[in-house]
């Protein structure tokens, strides 16, 4: 009898929470039967025990939803992003007040389930003042050093962390990349013999490629000891390491006595933080010398979200399990901040179909090496990046997220800038 309350309490809720996407979602019970019917779908959600909506749904947060996925209280088969949408309005009515006095009671008598948790992947603890060097680390080192193996099953060939330029929907990721490093060359018009310096290289594929292609002498920094030895074995593989290397520092540590010509950052910004915003582009500024270039590549949120400042709140799934610290801004912030650190703005451009694309493949390639993965990870640790890339791809699909190129220049004396008149050379020609 009590078994069949449990899934009369379950099918109602489930009547409310998803009566409306019904066409769009179905639902497996732990018993083997599903809601609404058993015609097939884009996606179902699998609860796993008679208490999984309880685990769910009560907490009434972001961050409980996230763990009870992690937790396999349920699980999402087939088109995880095409849950997004759906999970983004349950939210907001669970949240309502209207909404929890409606539901609270029949979640409460859904059985309570303690399931014990052990993964590799606990919350994010981090010390020291936000933003300071140390706690920046650890930040870095939460998310990066996971295992070089498990990121190379599902990334590119160079590993390249970032979004992708693609020129058809029908491009590969590997060449797709291979673009995006190529275009991020020609934007910066790299010489061979010039100094380049990446803040926030990761594996290395931006400096290597740069190297190869453009005969710069490539310098780059993270703060992952992972990631820069993997990027120097590669360059040495490449009998590059005399124009090459990737050193682990933080942009404030870094000398400022020998200019570069050109900088970019591509996938760092997110990590800097707003209140550090100026420092970060003062620094900028003087590891530049006149005329010189910056390009940089970053996540941006919409002037109305602006109030919530950090990838979630600090209960979010996301800062909890996967950005500790992060921090997105809107461009114009961006620029504002760019400007008054002496930079002037030469050219913005959004990028943002590039990255659902970009992270659509990401997502495919993780599920594809799912029991590869595990070899590496626990389960709970891939479900943090199924989870979060597919969200972020329905984020960037519908314009909640952004990803901009902003190119700077520090002016020369007389405010020349050195920069030609079109975007030609950028889409056509080789830099010249």
């Excluded at 020129?167 to 934007?187: E, F, N, V």
């Excluded at 400096?207 to 990027?231: K, M, N, R």
Aim: proline share 4%; charged share 25%.
């Amino acid at each position: 009898m009590a078994t069949i309350k449990t899934d009369q309490i379950t099918r109602s809720l489930l009547d409310d929470l998803f009566g409306a996407n019904a066409h769009r979602l179905s639902v497996r019970l732990w018993d083997g039967t599903r809601w609404p019917d058993d015609t097939p779908r884009a996606a179902t959600i699998v609860l796993n025990h008679p208490g999984a909506l309880r685990a769910m749904l009560l907490p009434g947060t972001e961050l409980a939803l996230g763990e009870a996925y992690l937790h396999n209280d349920f699980d999402i088969e087939g088109d995880i992003e095409s849950v997004f949408d759906i999970a983004e309005s349950l939210q907001q009515n669970v949240a309502s007040l209207r909404a929890r006095l409606r539901l609270i009671p029949r979640l409460l008598r859904l059985p309570a389930e303690r399931r014990q948790h052990s993964t590799q992947r606990g919350r994010a603890e981090l010390d020291g003042q936000t933003h300071g060097i140390e706690r920046d680390r650890q930040a870095i080192r939460y998310h990066y050093d996971v295992s070089n193996d498990f990121y190379q099953l599902w990334l590119d060939s160079r590993m390249v962390y970032s979004c992708a330029y693609f020129g058809s929907p029908d491009d590969d990721l590997d060449t797709a990349q291979t673009r995006k490093l190529d275009y991020i060359c020609h934007k910066l018009r790299l010489q061979p013999g010039q100094r380049l310096l990446d803040i926030g290289c990761g594996w290395g594929g931006l400096i290597l490629y740069a190297a190869q292609h453009y005969g710069v002498d490539a310098t780059g920094i993270t703060l992952s000891s992972p990631q820069a030895e993997l990027a120097n074995e590669r360059i040495a593989a490449a009998g590059l390491t005399e124009r090459c290397r990737a050193l682990v520092q933080d942009y404030r540590e870094l000398n400022t006595s020998q200019p570069y010509d050109a900088l970019v950052s591509v996938g760092m910004f997110e990590h800097v933080g707003q209140v550090l915003l100026p420092v970060y582009f003062r620094q900028a500024w003087s590891l530049l010398r006149p005329e010189g270039v910056f390009l940089n590549h970053g996540i941006a949120n919409r002037t109305i979200d602006a109030t919530r400042r950090k990838l979630g709140a600090a209960s979010s799934f996301s800062d909890t399990y996967v950005f500790p610290d992060g921090e997105l801004v809107p461009i114009s912030t961006t620029a504002q901040v760019a400007e008054a650190a002496g930079f002037e703005v030469r050219d913005v451009e959004s990028l943002r179909e590039h990255y659902a694309m970009t992270l659509r493949h990401w997502v495919r390639r993780l599920e594809a090496h799912h029991e590869q993965a595990l070899q590496y990870v626990d389960e709970p640790t891939y479900r943090v990046w199924r989870l979060f890339m597919s969200g972020s791809a329905q984020g960037f699909t519908v314009g909640r997220l952004n990803v901009y190129q902003t190119l700077l220049v520090k002016p020369g004396n007389r405010g020349t800038s050195g920069q030609p008149l079109t975007r030609h050379v950028w889409y056509n020609d080789r830099a010249q």
